[in-house]
């Protein structure tokens, strides 16, 4: 896949690690997926640009990675290159904060918790790094990244660009980056309000207490499987069915239609839905992705079968021959 002279290049790049078959089950949450033909790593901003610069050059097959929460590799893995980037710079101006993509989502909670910023003490418990966060616009409890971005600096392969809040397209879950699989997230501008830090840091335990009875931390999970579901969209008979009390911010949790069609509970390997929540999927420790995706699959069909409409996955696929690639 990679060439020798391509494979010399990408050693040439200081500041880079470049690991060959490295397995990808220890970069994801759910622990499990083969291995990536390449793996690149690296702190540094330069050298991840220049990586990504390469392989783009070169048209060759590539993926960038954040924390892997919301990862499923294949258990064949990835046959390209797999591209971290960990660069952890955060700087404050005021009530703004520049955060580079590398940077773990809570340790900027923390920060502006810290510093008396508020607007991300509900985003506490949501693992994964900044970029990762921006690409899904992630977000809980009534609040996302588009209410805090003030700017992205993103590489399109050729060069440098900032969008503003607007044109980064937030949707629920969406964003013109997952749209645009090229388009790598470097860091982003976080605009915050000011706000007490004992009343934010109060805020942000009580959520996590809670978050942390529903994922545990060692638990090896993607958080949701399936995303909400706007009632807008559901044809009127299914409407009809969902208790109004569910409805929040216009959509349906999907753990209710899961529920509905029998999912919970389900197993296949060691891979289980959780039996407290339907929207829950786990590895017990040695499952497969081959399990995982047929659980995922099952869940969809009973859903289809029982309310006529497929749900539709939070979580990305990788190596897969439907998982999307660059483009
Ligand atoms: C226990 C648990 C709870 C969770 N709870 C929530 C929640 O409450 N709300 C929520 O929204 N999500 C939640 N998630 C899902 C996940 O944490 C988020 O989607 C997170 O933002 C993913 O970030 P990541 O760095 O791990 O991305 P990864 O899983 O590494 O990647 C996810 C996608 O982002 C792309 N990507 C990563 N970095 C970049 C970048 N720099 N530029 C462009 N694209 C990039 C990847 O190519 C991939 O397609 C949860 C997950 C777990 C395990």
Redesign the pocket.
């Known amino acids: 896949m990679l060439s020798a002279k391509a494979a010399e290049r990408l050693r040439a790049i200081p500041n880079l690690t470049i690991l060959f078959h490295e397995p990808l089950a220890p970069y994801t949450?759910f622990a499990l997926g083969g291995p990536a033909a390449v793996f690149c790593d690296t702190h540094n901003a330069g050298a991840f640009a220049e990586a990504l610069h390469l392989v783009n050059t070169l048209t060759l097959p590539h993926?960038?990675?954040?924390?892997?929460?919301?990862?499923v590799v294949s258990d064949d893995g990835y046959e390209g290159i797999v591209l971290r980037?960990r660069g952890k710079r955060m700087i404050e101006n005021g009530t703004v904060l520049c955060v580079e993509?590398g940077v773990m989502?809570q340790d900027v909670v923390d920060r502006s918790i810290a510093l008396g910023l508020a607007g991300m003490e509900s985003m506490t418990?949501?693992?994964?790094?900044l970029?990762?966060?921006v690409?899904?616009n992630?977000?809980?409890y009534g609040r996302s990244m588009q209410e805090l971005v003030e700017h992205v600096r993103?590489t399109d392969g050729e060069r440098i660009r900032t969008f503003n809040n607007e044109e980064c397209q937030f949707r629920y879950?969406e964003s013109i980056?997952k749209d645009h699989k090229g388009?790598?997230?470097l860091s982003a501008d976080l605009r915050f309000t000011p706000g007490d830090p004992e009343a934010l840091a109060k805020t942000a335990g009580e959520i996590r207490a809670i978050r942390d009875a529903k994922?545990p931390p060692t638990?090896k999970?993607?958080?949701?499987i399936f995303k909400n579901v706007f009632f807008a969209d559901l044809p009127a008979s299914v409407g009809a069915q969902v208790p109004a009390k569910l409805v929040r911010e216009g959509k349906v949790p999907s753990a209710w239609f899961l529920e509905e069609a029998g999912v919970k509970g389900m197993t296949r390997g060691d891979i289980h839905v959780a039996t407290y929540h339907a929207n829950l999927i786990y590895n017990g420790g040695n499952g497969r992705a081959a399990d995982l995706v047929a659980l995922i699959e099952e869940a969809k069909r009973r859903v289809r079968e029982r309310f006529g409409f497929d749900l539709q996955e939070?979580v990305?696929y990788v190596g897969f021959e439907y998982a999307e690639t660059p483009a």
């Open positions: 949450r993926l960038v990675i954040g924390g892997g929460t919301n990862l980037f993509a989502l418990g949501i693992p994964g790094y970029g990762g966060a690409y899904g992630a977000g809980a993103f879950r980056f388009w790598i997230v994922y638990m999970c993607a958080g949701s939070d990305q």
